[in-house]
């Protein structure tokens, strides 16, 4: 059951702190090469790297937007970056979304997010979850690596699906 909620705080996170479609601004897109993105909250710290594209953002925004049904998604230039906020429905959870974006997008970003998860099968509720994700150019991609892949913590490579060229 803990997994669930990790990765359910990490969708409504994804969902709270993406460039969402719906929403009137949208974010920069990040420069290409290796990121490494530092995920801490109270149910786990991961770092994982992603090796990105011009491609590779948009493709992850658009595989977001399939995670659930959002009545609100909002994204608000702020003097210090942007602003976030999200109502959306995960099967059977609600997940409600705030958070900032700040950073250059070319070296770094640092995403802050509490989502509020209610509707969680055997879960007392509601369940609030905070997250600050981190993200830090590397470098350029590394030899054999394809833009959209994933590189967790054990070595192992997720493969994204190829953006449409």
Known sequence: MRHTIVRLSLGAAMLAGSGLAMAAETLPARKAGLWESKTTSADANVTARQCIDEKTDQLAESTLGGLGT????????????????????????????????????????????????TGIPNTKEPVTKSMVIEATWLGPCEKGQSPGDIILPDGKVVKMPVAPR
Do not use: H, Q, W
């Open 70 to 117: 959002c009545s609100k998604r909002a994204l608000v230039k702020t003097s210090t970056g942007y602003a976030t906020e999200s109502d959306c429905k995960i099967g059977p959870i609600s997940a409600s979304g705030k958070g900032t974006i700040t950073g250059d997008f070319n070296s770094r970003i640092r995403i802050e997010t509490t989502s509020v998860l």
